[in-house]
């Protein structure tokens, strides 16, 4: 203790020098400390370089654990070539890229490894995340070590690389990467990587093919140009000739040059594969999860979800209904999702008709893509109203309307500012109920519906349900509930399977679990679920989209949605210009979701999206619903106790009625059952008493009283007027009835039940 007290007395300058010398004692001990650890690895010989790894492939397979989908190296492909025989724009490449202080160190990088640990401690990626990794270090990673994320390894690879740099040249060095390095799949080495992307040797790639197969190693998988990353793989290729510029490896004439270049890649050559599309799926996510190299080597067992029997019927079908839609719509491409709604297992994935198809881009999987939904995005905007305390039996007006408070409620124009959309039939049915609205997919009404709703309220449940590229209100506006967003078909399946499931959301999930090569399990998913959508509301949905009255109008009584013997809902929905048509339906055991349409958003034509989509989805559905039990959906329970007329299903107001009867005969004992003694009213005071939902509806409270002064809301006069012009057309005889001497009264009236909604 006194030692300690002594030494706080002493200067600042003594105290420096003392943490000076401690400091320094410490370094040294600890240094000495890491030679001795260092000293004990094992560091393997040289000799072993030219040894290289025997890979045990990743295999993939579908829920039965049986059915092999795929080897991800039962061809693998790689041809050694001479350092002279590359070109000297993919050597420039890829040191610019991987490495480029490569020609200046002795094996490892300082700068690079204290850059990567900075970055990735910034980042809380500590265990992983940017690497420092030198060329030499690659190579020494690829051809001796395992490839194990431990300190030790590290160090080994470090020591081994400052070792090879004493032994081979640089070029020998970079030689050895070149032919090695993975590019996808099977392909491995810089002449295959050449001849399978663009049909050519390595000796004669341009500088625009040499940037982009620079760019592929790093990650593979997810940089490969045959999947659903192409965008950052063009972002890495423009990274890559901006560091050979920067660098000094070309021209600004060769950069410019090579910025404007179209680079065409060769179709992708893949056999032995079976459900292409689910399979590179799943390896892209395997990628994320675990990295390129644990595939390569691991020998892991991929037990996924796809059901092997519905994906081969899946198949078949697509591929015979797209070639008809071909011929008939214009409509050369198609893709279908299965998805169980209560575990989240993705069933089938069908992205193409053709995954080899170089006509169509085959490979592109349009399950992934983001297209309009049209109208199979109405449901989520009801689903968001019923929430709110409207009903399937609420009332809206199917009537011609002007949605921009900007403009005239006269005036039918949709050109901005101005919004008035038109039904599909251009045709309007005047008031209609929720429940058949939705079923005959009116839009009038589903635009009325979203501004009900609220469109941000919308866009966040539409979230919570799945839909999360839907993420831009002020792009949107009303216009989304008519497809005016993105979406994908996979994400639209696995939204409506919440529907299915009760308003539980399963996790979407492909991988059942996952085995080492001697089959102990390392990883088993579980199923998880939340609950995003109240029972009862997703009871609501399934029964109006499987009320096969309701959709008669649009459908007919014996369409291909109508499933006499089993619980099914269905929406279809197409966008106006006819480029993206879809179907989208469930039973409480599965959702699927069908898509056709052009790759390149060329229009279709010749029939409604029902004529195009339907065939397909509907032979698929029967044939899944073999192999299911037979489950039924729950039935709502709707309680219009104390529910205000036109949200329980009248389009005439009977409390306001009956608010003006009391006043006509001023006594406050008459009552809805008390029709002996109830006075008589005239029809013109009926059919007057006919509104827009907003006369009687506050969206901000809809199950509380009656707004004070209705006029107060945006959309009110718009709505109101186009109500009144129907309200004329249809009953202008009975509006005209005698009133003489009932001006006053009549205005009284309305002074006293504005005061009650008010107190209301």
């Known amino acids: 203790m006194m030692k300690i007290r002594k030494w706080f007395t002493k200067n600042w300058k003594e105290m420096l020098i003392d943490l000076l010398i401690f400091g320094f004692a410490a370094f040294i001990i600890l240094g000495a400390t890491i030679l001795v650890w260092i000293s004990t690895l094992e560091i393997p010989d040289l000799s072993a370089f030219e040894e290289r790894r025997v890979l045990q492939s990743t295999k993939i397979f579908d829920r039965t654990g049986e059915v092999l989908l795929y080897d991800l190296h039962q061809d693998v492909r790689r041809t050694i070539i001479p350092f002279e025989e590359m070109s000297r724009h993919i050597k420039n490449a890829t040191v610019a890229i991987e490495d480029d202080q490569f020609y200046n160190h002795i094996g490892i990088d300082f700068m690079a490894i204290i850059r990567a640990a900075v970055s990735n401690f910034s980042q809380g990626n500590l265990l992983g995340g940017q690497g420092g990794s030198t060329i030499t270090q690659q190579v020494i990673k690829n051809s001796v070590l395992d490839r194990d994320k ?42 295959e990587a050449s001849r399978a992307f663009f049909n050519k040797g390595a000796s004669e790639i341009t500088l625009a093919e040499a940037a982009y197969l620079a760019a592929i190693p790093q990650a593979p998988t997810y940089y490969s140009p045959y999947g659903s990353n192409r965008a950052a793989l063009d972002t890495r290729q423009q990274l890559v000739l901006d560091r050979m510029r920067l660098n000094g490896f070309i021209t600004t004439d060769e950069y410019d040059a090579a910025m404007i270049e179209e680079v065409e890649f060769q179709p992708q050559a893949v056999t032995g594969i079976r459900a292409p599309h689910f399979v590179m799926y799943v390896v892209e996510q395997l990628a994320e999860r675990y990295g390129e190299e644990a595939m390569a080597e691991q020998g892991l067992r991929i037990i996924t979800t796809l059901d092997w029997e519905l994906q081969k019927e899946a198949e078949r079908i697509v591929a015979q209904k797209a070639a008809s839609n071909t011929e008939r719509f214009n409509a050369s491409n198609a893709g279908l999702v299965a998805t169980d709604p209560k575990s989240g297992d993705l069933l089938v994935m069908v992205g193409s008709k053709d995954y080899f198809s170089e006509d169509i881009d085959g490979n592109f999987n349009v ?42 409620p006269w005036d039918p124009s949709s050109e901005s500012p101005c919004y008035a959309p038109q039904n599909y039939n251009f045709k309007f049915v005047g008031p209609i109920s929720m429940r058949n609205a939705l079923a005959q997919s009116l839009n009038i009404p589903a635009v009325k519906t979203l501004y009900l709703a609220g469109l941000k309220d919308t866009l966040k449940f539409a979230a919570d349900m799945g839909l999360t590229t839907l993420n831009d209100p002020d792009r949107y506006g009303l216009t989304l509930v008519l497809g005016g967003g993105e979406v994908r078909l996979l994400d639209m399946t696995y939204a409506y399977g919440v529907f299915a499931n009760g308003g539980v959301r399963a996790q979407p999930r492909t991988i059942l679990r996952i085995e080492d090569s001697r089959g102990n399990i390392i990883e088993e998913s579980s199923i998880e679920t939340n609950r995003v959508l109240e029972d009862n509301v997703a009871y609501m949905i399934s029964d109006v989209l499987s009320d096969n009255v309701a959709r008669t109008p649009l459908w007919g009584s014996n369409s291909l949605i109508n499933f006499p013997n089993r619980d099914v809902a269905a929406k279809s929905g197409s966008t106006n210009n006819l480029r993206d048509a879809w179907i989208m339906g469930y039973a409480p055991n599965i959702a699927v979701g069908a898509w056709c349409g052009n790759n390149d958003n060329d229009a279709m034509g010749g029939g409604l999206s029902g004529l195009i989509t339907t065939p397909m989805w509907r032979e698929f559905m029967d044939v899944a619903l073999e192999k299911l039990p037979e489950e039924s959906f729950q039935q709502p329970q709707i309680n219009t106790s104390g529910v205000k007329p036109i949200i329980r299903g009248e389009y005439i107001d009977t409390a306001l009625l009956l608010e003006a009867m009391k006043s006509q005969t001023n006594t406050d004992d008459v009552s809805d059952e008390d029709t002996e003694n109830s006075p008589t009213i005239d029809i013109a005071t009926i059919y007057n008493n006919i509104h827009s939902i907003l006369h009687y509806v506050d969206r901000n409270d809809p199950l509380g009283g009656y707004p004070a002064n209705p006029a107060n809301d945006p959309q009110y006069e718009n709505w109101e007027y186009g109500v009144q012009k129907w309200n004329e057309e249809t009953f202008g005889l009975l509006l005209q009835a005698d009133t003489t001497d009932t001006t006053e009264s009549d205005t009284a009236e309305e002074e006293d039940r504005s005061s009650r909604r008010s107190r209301n």
């Open 150 to 191: 431990k300190l030790s390894r590290k160090v080994k690879e470090a020591i081994l690389s400052i070792k090879l740099e004493r032994v081979l040249e640089k070029e020998d060095i970079l030689e050895i990467y070149l032919n090695e390095s993975p590019y996808g799949g099977t392909i491995y080495g810089i002449e």
């Open 367 to 408: 399950t992934l893509a983001k297209r309009q939904p049209g109208s199979s995005i109405k449901p989520f905007v009801y689903a968001n109203a019923f929430r709110k305390g409207y009903l399937p039996a609420t009332v809206l007006f199917d009537v011609a309307t002007q949605f921009s408070p900007q403009c005239d």
